[in-house]
Nanobody, 120 residues
Framework: QVQLVESGGGLVQAGGSLRLSCAAS????????MAWYRQAPGKRRELVAA???????NYADSVKGRFTISRDNAKNTVYLQMNSLKPEDTAVYYC??????????????WGQGTLVTVSS
């Protein structure tokens, strides 16, 4: 069973920075796209950023130029560097990954979520 463990959330003032990490563990044959989503209170979960195994990225318009997603394939880990944070970035951030497990079966998994709070 593949699991994701996130870290790096917390409280930060507007204009500050945080770095989120998400490590995948278990019987993994290959990890394909890894992504970060977020869900603010009373709102739907939305894609923040995604990165393919080859390093191609895409971002939500609201975070372009402020957030950077990256990954370390050797460590099965994805990162989200968040700069110039705004109060509207406050949300629970979830890591998502899809790929094939040790039996070469497709999987998609979610992390438990990490809270990011940006104060004004």
């Amino acid at each position: 069973q593949v699991q994701l463990v996130e870290s790096g959330g917390g409280l930060v003032q507007a204009g500050g920075s945080l770095r989120l990490s998400c490590a995948a563990s278990g019987r993994i044959f290959i990890l394909n796209t890894m992504a970060w989503y977020r869900q603010a209170p009373g709102k739907r979960r939305e894609l923040v950023a995604a990165v393919t195994r080859g390093g191609s990225t895409n971002y939500a318009d609201s975070v372009k130029g402020r957030f950077t997603i990256s990954r370390d394939n050797a460590k099965n880990t994805v990162y989200l560097q968040m700069n110039s944070l705004k109060p509207e970035d406050t949300a629970v951030y979830y890591c998502n990954a899809e790929g094939r497990d040790g039996d070469v079966r497709y999987f998609e998994v979610w992390g438990q979520g990490t809270l990011v709070t940006v104060s004004s």
